[in-house]
């Protein structure tokens, strides 16, 4: 029996790659965002899609999670493999579009390097939906150069599908697709007018079904251009957009001279794969690609800097199918083959420590010691009082039996509600009525919650303003390395992460007989 050796390469790329994807996935406690996603997962569909509106992103992969969850349970690791998926359809491109465009041997390159590279299977091992976004806007940019090229009713039919699933995953998507789409219809234009009629029909139909989200976009917009989470766009910021996509989906760099060089050889490869498709043709696919993204980059940048700060490093993950695409041909332009091959092992090698750093450290933050520190000492009548965010939406879903609170007294805007069991409150009122203990979450000062929240609150601030008399307990949790199991404070060279969590317990019996009103501060 003869072996098809192209089967085999491949079958061997897509289960090696997923069985890579899947190592330590769970051993990471929910972050935030996470966080977020799961705590949405406890509604049901029609809440979801209500509670989505005070979120900054759209629709479709939170009810793609939800479906997921519903038939495999809702878990860490369903939510998160669920993205994984995500990064098996992103890895397929390359045994379809990719190989159609640019042959077999790039098609497979591409897919192995999605399973391989850190950024990629980092974000794959996040409940969110970078993997899906990054799939759709890929597959829009090819399958739209398919449709301009072929003019099949079958291309347009699969651009129009992936149009629509990227407008409807990331608002980077909605971003990429309208601009993608200025670039479409000017190379109509000026080249190619036989294919504008079904171009007109399909933009149309992808605007058409995106009008009943659009209230909530100009709603979302406008809460996001207020946000703290949204940090005033400089050149780290921008550096940041640019590094991220050879590290990890935090840009945590533990071995900064491998890094550079790594970040170097990446960037001279797509400089020669930029050049090469100019070179050869003006209007070819990869000229294409290279203007969608410059573009993307220059836009959200000009918003950025003009109207509302909307770059996230973490959102440049969304061209990274087209970034990686550039590169491999960048790799094949290269005429010496020896030369061609040191490069390709001495690139794989730079990337192995911080794909095994993806793997190995725990990063998101201490929960599973927080969860054994207080199994035998939180019961249901006892609420959680928290200064930050990134507490309060991991522990509501940690702590699902007790009540969490954020307090913002400068708060205005309560609605942003992704929790059953937790509450924004600008005052200090619920806090003192509660019968039971009260546990003071506080996230330590570091270089984020300067922006989140405000200065964190101090056991001063709630000493004085619910006059409790004395601190019960109080104890400090930091990130720990996976291989350290049960220790509370990191061995990293650098400093700790930017999750550390401070929690002291309040006694019910220690308040003044004399309870103060309730003022907020």
Sequence with gaps: ??????????????????????????????????????????????DLLTNLQSDAHPPLYFIGVKAFTIIFGNSIITMRLFSILGLIALALLGLGPIKRHFGNNNGLIFSFLCFFLPVSVSFAQEARMYTWSCFFITGMVLYGYSAIKSNKKKDWFIYALFSLGSIYVHIYGLIIFLLFSCILAGYLYLRQKASANFFIICTGIVLALYIPWLHVTISQATRASQSPWYVKTSIPQIAASLLILFSDR??????IPAFLLTFLISYYLLF??????WAESKDSLLVLMF????????????????????????????????????????????????????????????????????????????????????????????????SNEHTFTTFSWYFPRNTHYLYEPNAKDLVRQFTRNGFRINALTAVIRNKGD????????????????????????????????QVAESDTFRTVPIWYPGRKYSEF?????????????????????????????
């Design 438 to 469: 009260v546990w003071v979450v506080n996230k330590i000062e570091t270089h984020i919650s300067k922006y989140v929240s405000g200065r964190p609150l101090e056991i001063k601030d709630l000493t004085d303003s619910l006059d409790f008399k």
């Design 272 to 277: 020669r794969g930029v050049r090469r498709a």
């Design 250 to 255: 935090f840009l945590i760099i533990n071995y």
């Design 291 to 386: 203007g969608t993204i410059l573009i993307t980059f220059m836009v959200v940048i000009a918003v950025s800097l003009l109207i509302a700060p909307i770059l996230m490093p973490r959102y440049a993950f969304t061209v990274f199918g087209m970034i990686l695409i550039l590169c491999i041909i960048g790799g094949q332009s290269i005429r010496n083959s020896k030369l061609r091959m040191v490069i390709t092992i001495l690139l794989l090698a730079l990337f192995i420590p911080q794909r095994i750093h993806v793997h190995a450290n725990r990063i998101n933050g201490p929960l599973p010691e927080v969860q054994m520190y207080l199994k035998s000492k939180v019961d249901s009548t006892q609420i959680f009082l928290h």
């Design 1 to 46: 029996m003869r072996i098809n050796r192209t089967l085999l390469i491949t079958s061997g790329i897509f289960l090696i790659g997923f069985l890579g994807a899947l190592i330590n996935i769970s051993h990471d406690s929910l972050w935030n965002d996470e966080a977020c996603t799961a705590l949405l997962m406890r509604f049901s569909f029609a």
């Design 493 to 521: 060279e650098m400093n700790p992460y930017w999750f550390q969590i401070q929690i002291s317990r309040f006694r019910k019996s220690e308040f003044m007989k004399n309870k103060m009103q309730d003022t907020p501060r």
